[in-house]
């Protein structure tokens, strides 16, 4: 399984939208509604922020939304503010309890 | 509360073994499938193995398959990951991690380092 394709980096003003995107295949991404999305702060362990393509976990705030199309899944960030900064991963379910994961985007707050 | 909490990694020559264990609180272990998900220093996240709630099913990544074992006792609420013939590229910190089909809650990590 090869990882799922995201842009390196992507940044924003306060207050501006950002938009991730995370391109797999019809073997993953294209195939299951399974992608979920994390947050990642140096040092720390991931955080769920997006699961089942589009559903936020609770505490999670309304301004992540996420979609998929085809074999790409697309994580917003509406509103960006400066605790948003981070890297952020996709991951999908690619049958037969296997999973694969983004290449990771740092989103930058300017 | 969720809590994950990982133990076991460390230095350790090419060839050597390393056995890490994940001790779960707060859920009901037994009732859910766990996971191994493991970080390079600097690199992206990679899904290891998992395990069903069970323990009668267990899964590799291609890149562990052979080398790794994953197990857990749900009287003792722990996950393990036993480690055999690591390679310098297993160098990583590795996540237990709960799983629906998602990682809903991880734990901090606990580095493994692979070097002579």
């Known amino acids: 399984q090869s990882a799922l394709t995201q842009p390196r980096s992507v940044s924003g003003s306060p207050g501006q939208s950002v938009t991730i995107s995370c391109t797999g295949t019809?073997?993953?991404?294209?195939?299951?509604?399974?992608v979920s999305w994390y947050q990642q702060d140096p040092g720390k362990a991931p955080k769920l922020m997006i699961y089942d393509v589009s559903k936020r976990p609770s505490g999670v705030p309304d301004r992540f939304s996420a979609s998929k199309s085809g074999n790409t899944a697309s994580l917003t960030i509406s509103g960006l503010q400066a605790e948003d900064e981070g890297d952020y991963y996709c991951c999908s379910y690619a049958g037969t309890y296997t999973w694969v994961f983004g290449t990771g985007t740092q989103v930058t707050v300017l | 509360e969720v809590q994950l909490v990982e133990s076991g990694g460390g230095l350790v020559q090419p060839g050597g073994s390393l056995r890490l264990s994940c001790a779960a609180s707060g859920f009901t272990f037994s009732s859910y499938d766990m996971s191994w998900v493991r970080q390079a220093p600097g690199k992206g996240l990679e899904w290891v193995s998992g395990?069903?709630?069970?323990?009668?099913?267990?899964y590799y990544a291609d890149s562990v398959k052979g080398r790794f074992t994953i197990s857990r006792d749900n009287s003792k609420n722990t996950l393990h990951l036993q480690m055999n013939s690591l390679r310098a590229e297993d160098t990583a910190i590795y996540f237990c991690?709960?799983?629906?089909?998602?990682?809903?809650?991880w734990g901090q990590g606990t580095l493994v380092t692979v070097s002579s």
């Open positions: 019809s073997s993953d991404v294209g195939g299951y509604n399974y």
């Open positions: 991690a709960k799983v629906l089909r998602h990682f809903d809650y």
């Open positions: 395990i069903s709630d069970s323990g009668g099913s267990t």
